[in-house]
């Protein structure tokens, strides 16, 4: 096993640093996997814009997947600019990284010994730049079909910079607090899901149902789009985890086991729960249970075995079915369900870490509840609460301000035209 | 066999128990718009000489 094996927290967690290769020498199966799983990361924005796209009516599809696309243009800049080093860059009081990497200044190929010593330092940004870009892209579901383009490209600027930046630190930087805590978050189930997701449910308050929520149906216009973009973030979804090993070894490869088992697991559930509550198999839910699934597993995916991985399987599918019930019963409107799935299914996946991780997988991180160690659910949860906390917080705070220069809803002769022609000019079908 | 085995193995099983009790088709019939053939739905042209 190799000295980057191991990784779910920043500095190098001490599983990284004990290991068996401290020379800091470049490793070229490990760089040639990181590498090809920030690629794989990178797939997995415009498939989200697929897999939005398609849940949403015709005359929106094209908006939706610029979000998506847009981001991931936006973020790559952002990121290199100041957001890796204010997630990444030499800690300050804990909570933040300073600027001395900005423009990644001290950023190079020389392998950094705080997080990945066998790989170029600007490998391990480039994959975490893929993350960074996704987490905003999440959120687009929520305000889908009635937020106005130039909001939405102010308002996830700044969260990207005052929310994903900090949260990213506080559990991945070398000296954040969560991480000297002792929360394990292998993938990002804190910093990616339970940040978006919540921050989903803050927009969808904010900004206000779609015209018509309630009284019409609102259908998806074209399902085999979403499947498809279902399959590509599954795909994706393996460079996610398994290359947040940071090396080709067998921590990976674990990793790679129990996210396909999970959210196979998931598929599985969500779907006989809706035919059960339906009276049909869906093919949307499988989907959309296989997504569960994914997120669940994201955070525990370095330190679970495959059993504990169909445990928050079967929890993904039963707990995000349930969220989207609450959140249908009191009539919010998130309308591509971002809390349920991401929001929940983080929430779920980061306390079962709690609960199933062992040191028979990640001998050097943590065991859990189920493994002797009922205090790592505590950790679990104080990672929870604080993601929970500051992701809504500063999500109302940015959109209250963003609503100040710029409306945050299209109006409605613009919302019932359609935003793909009312924001871009463009239809996306000539049909 | 350790506890998490033990929950994995039930949850399976809910699973799998489940199917045996769901319905064998969808219950709620969608009403699918008759399929007019290209040719049908044209309109004939006469032609006079």
């Known amino acids: 096993m190799s000295a980057g094996d191991f990784r779910g927290l920043g500095p190098l967690p001490p599983w990284v640093q004990s290991s068996d290769n401290p020379s800091m020498k470049i490793d070229s199966g490990d760089t040639a996997w990181v590498l090809a799983s920030a690629a794989l990361v990178m797939l997995m924005t415009p498939a989200l814009g697929f897999f939005y796209g398609g849940l949403v009516r015709r005359k929106n599809v094209l908006s939706t997947i610029m979000h998506s696309f847009f981001i991931l243009c936006l973020i790559s800049v952002q990121w290199v600019l100041w957001g890796y080093s204010l997630a990444f860059g030499p800690d300050k009081f804990h909570l933040i990284g300073g600027l001395e990497w900005v423009g990644l200044n001290n950023v190079g190929f020389t392998p950094n010994a705080d997080y990945a010593p066998t790989i170029p330092h600007q490998a391990y940004m480039v994959f975490q730049m893929m993350f960074a870009v996704i987490t905003p892209a999440l959120i687009s579901g929520a305000f889908a079909e009635r937020q106005r383009f130039k909001a939405f490209v102010l308002f996830s600027l700044l969260w990207a910079t005052f929310v994903y930046d900090p949260i990213a630190h506080w559990v991945w930087g070398a000296g954040g607090w969560l991480h000297n805590l002792g929360a394990l978050d292998f993938a990002g189930g804190t910093v990616v899901h339970i940040s978006s997701g919540v921050s989903a449910l803050v927009a969808a308050l904010v900004l206000g149902r779609r015209l018509g929520f309630g009284k019409e149906k609102v259908e998806p216009h074209d399902a085999t789009m979403t499947v498809l973009g279902a399959c590509l973030l599954w795909f994706g979804w393996f460079g996610f985890n398994a290359g947040s090993a940071v090396a080709a070894g067998s921590l990976a490869t674990s990793a790679f086991v129990v996210t396909n088992t999970a959210t196979a697991m998931a598929a599985l559930t969500w779907m006989t729960v809706s035919w059960y509550h339906k009276r049909q198999p869906s093919v949307l839910g499988a989907a959309a249970g296989a997504v569960a699934g994914l997120v669940a597993i994201t955070p525990a995916s370095g330190f679970v075995n495959v059993m504990g991985a169909i445990v928050i399987g079967f929890g993904a599918g039963v707990f995000c079915y349930l969220a989207i019930q609450l959140r249908e019963r009191i009539h919010v409107d998130d309308a591509l369900d971002v809390w349920a799935v991401h929001g929940i299914g983080g929430t779920w996946g980061a306390l079962a870490t709690g609960l199933f991780a062992t040191v028979a997988i990640n001998s050097t991180a943590a065991n859990g509840l189920f493994y002797g160690n009922p205090k790592q659910v505590l950790y679990q949860l104080a990672a929870i609460g604080a993601s929970w906390a500051w992701a809504a917080g500063g999500t109302f705070v940015i959109l209250k301000i963003v609503n100040i220069f710029v409306p945050l809803r299209v109006q409605e002769d613009e919302e019932l035209l359609g935003l793909d022609i009312s924001q871009h000019g463009e239809p996306a079908y000539a049909l | ?49």
Request: with cysteine; proline share 4%; aromatic share 2%.
């Open chain 2, 1 to 49: 066999m350790d506890a998490t085995t033990v929950i994995a193995v039930i949850c399976s099983a809910i699973v799998l128990a489940g199917w045996l009790v769901l319905p064998h088709s969808a219950t709620t019939t969608v009403k699918v718009a008759a399929v007019v053939s290209e040719e049908r739905e044209r309109t004939p042209v006469s032609v006079s000489a």
